[in-house]
């Protein structure tokens, strides 16, 4: 159930407040509960690898401070052995000792580290444990199989609030599957599917096969229906996504969100097993350790597809490490929004003014009083970022705008949304998308869509040039779908920033909407209305 306890696990901190829910309440990276979370250290010791990352920035929708993977293979042999492997034990502690030396050097008061499968799993886990904790003072929490799934579960949550579908996190030596649905983890189940486990089963593909086949029944029959979305966990589910991406000519190298359909996943599982792997894994960019165990996870993805039939999947870069700051956070921070939280985070941090994006999405507010909910989000966010970039070089600005847009750490974005982003803040800086090196990834949305960021961005560029202090009236604009007018109406304040290129700005934005420029005092439109 959504409310099993943690095995050897932090305890998370008490819920504290009242949540504010509004997309432009105050932000709550400045609130002491979430400041405490502003730089957090997390250790995963996998089956296969052993991770350090320290999540820094906004607390929702955290950067990636530092990320470093040692792949060390801890669960290499077990099958046969019933110990972890030498080699990767001595790799998996020397990297225990260099983390240790990291934390100090960033200043981290500690490190929570967590142990899967493979420590769990080993008979001479529990003296690993010690090792590493007599050597280095950092002591591993070793958590259960549905305590992996429910953290994975709830990384997933850090990406995708109110999400509901199915998790598989696949490890080196373990996958587990755990239900989501309005933002809590339900059901959860573990098995032995970890490629390493996989690869060292005798009798060979067929054997394997019919083990995967059996394993998988027993995990339906307790997970139940499972045909909304299938979030996937894990390194062996993104090299085979990088490899899916490949084979597709994919123009838009991020794997957060990346979708694929029950039938490219059939594609892709045939492609990789007619392929030379060596070759496969040098133009799909994945490394040698992680190359040597994707034709085992395919194996499994294939049999979970058939077995569950999701009616779409995703591929999810938050999970375990993710998860694990997610069980800090108080429930208030939890349900904001992580997109709307890390462009505030970012405004603050680097924009000229602070707060001016929230004026500017007032200002431009009349163009979208019939936009549906999704799209003002992405309008909101549009406007948090459309200075941030600031400090680029001016020839190479509106590029640098998109790039950050379609390929930053921003949580709650679909690549298509990502897309509308970018060309929305390229077109803040620039009135034309031609002759750039992304028009490739245009292609992804429609024109219609484009032309609509478009728009976006050429209102942001406008409504950029009022500013003055925060308490002045700006005056305001006024949109007339039907009639195609759009009218500005000054203050008296505001006349004198209404200068040469203020207007050029303004009758490009009304070019864009197809509009005549109608240009109104504050006391004429007030005796017309």
Not at 92 to 103: D, G, I, V
Not at 198 to 217: I, N, P, T, Y
Not at 397 to 411: I, Q, W
Not at 456 to 485: C, H, Q, S, V
Request: aromatic share 6%; charged share 30%.
């Amino acid at each position: 159930m959504d409310d099993h306890p943690p095995v050897s696990a932090p305890v998370p901190v008490p819920e504290t407040g009242v949540a504010d829910l509004g997309l432009f309440g105050k932000p709550l990276f400045e609130d002491p509960s979430a400041r405490r979370l502003s730089r957090v250290g997390v250790v995963d010791v996998g089956s296969n690898s052993v991770r350090l990352v320290v999540f820094d920035g906004a607390a929702r929708s955290p950067a990636y401070f530092y990320n470093e993977k040692i792949m060390c293979a801890l669960g290499a042999g077990m099958a046969e052995t019933g110990h972890l492997s030498p080699s990767g034990r001595e790799r998996a502690l020397a990297a225990m000792h260099r983390f240790k030396k990291l934390a100090d050097g960033m200043g981290l008061s500690e490190l929570t580290c967590v142990a899967t499968a493979a420590v769990r799993d080993a008979t001479d886990g529990p003296a690993f444990c010690k090792e590493v904790r007599d050597q280095t003072g950092l002591r591993i929490w070793v958590i259960d199989g549905e305590e992996e799934a429910r953290l994975s579960a709830q990384g997933v949550l850090l990406g995708w609030p109110g999400a509901y579908g199915l998790v598989c996190d696949i490890g080196g030596s373990s996958m587990e599957l755990a239900e989501i649905s309005g933002g809590r983890v339900g059901r959860r189940v573990t098995s032995e599917l970890g490629p390493l486990k996989l690869r060292d089963l005798k009798g060979g593909a067929k054997a394997r096969e019919a083990h995967v086949k059996e394993v998988m029944k027993k995990l339906a029959d307790r997970m139940g229906p499972q045909r909304d979305r299938l979030f996937l966990v894990g390194g062996s589910w993104r090299a085979i996504a990088r490899i899916d991406m490949m084979r597709r000519g994919y123009p838009l190298h991020v794997l957060h969100e990346y979708r694929m359909t029950p039938r490219a996943v059939s594609a892709t599982v045939k492609f990789i097993r007619k392929s030379n792997i060596e070759e496969l894994r040098q133009i799909a960019g994945v490394s040698s350790a992680r190359m040597a165990l994707v034709p085992y996870a395919a194996t499994v993805l294939s049999r979970l597809v058939k077995t569950f039939r999701p009616k779409d999947i995703a591929v999810s870069s938050y999970g375990i490490r993710e998860g694990m700051l997610y069980e800090q956070m108080p429930q208030r921070l939890r349900d904001r929004d992580p997109l709307i939280e890390a462009c505030r985070f970012a405004e603050a941090k680097d924009a000229r003014t602070p707060g001016f994006g929230k004026i500017l999405n007032t200002f431009i507010q009349p163009l979208y009083k019939s936009a549906p909910a999704p799209r003002k989000r992405l309008i909101k966010a549009a406007c948090l970022l459309h200075d941030v970039s600031w400090r680029a070089h001016p020839d190479y600005r509106a590029e640098v705008c998109f790039d950050n847009a379609t390929r930053a750490n921003l949580g709650g974005l679909k690549h298509a949304e990502r897309i509308f982003l970018g060309l929305a803040l390229l077109h803040r800086y620039s009135n034309k998308r031609e002759n750039t090196r992304f028009e490739e990834l245009y292609e992804m949305i429609d024109e219609k869509t484009r032309h609509e960021a478009e728009i976006l961005g050429k209102a942001m560029r406008f409504g950029a040039m009022l500013w003055m202090n925060k308490d002045e009236d700006r005056g305001e604009l006024r949109w007339f779908p039907k009639k195609k007018i759009l009218q500005l109406v000054l203050t008296k304040d505001m006349l004198p920033l209404f200068g040469e290129v203020a207007e050029a700005r303004l009758n490009s934005l009304a070019a864009s909407l197809g509009a005549e420029v109608e240009i109104k005092t504050r006391r004429k439109a007030r005796a017309e209305a």
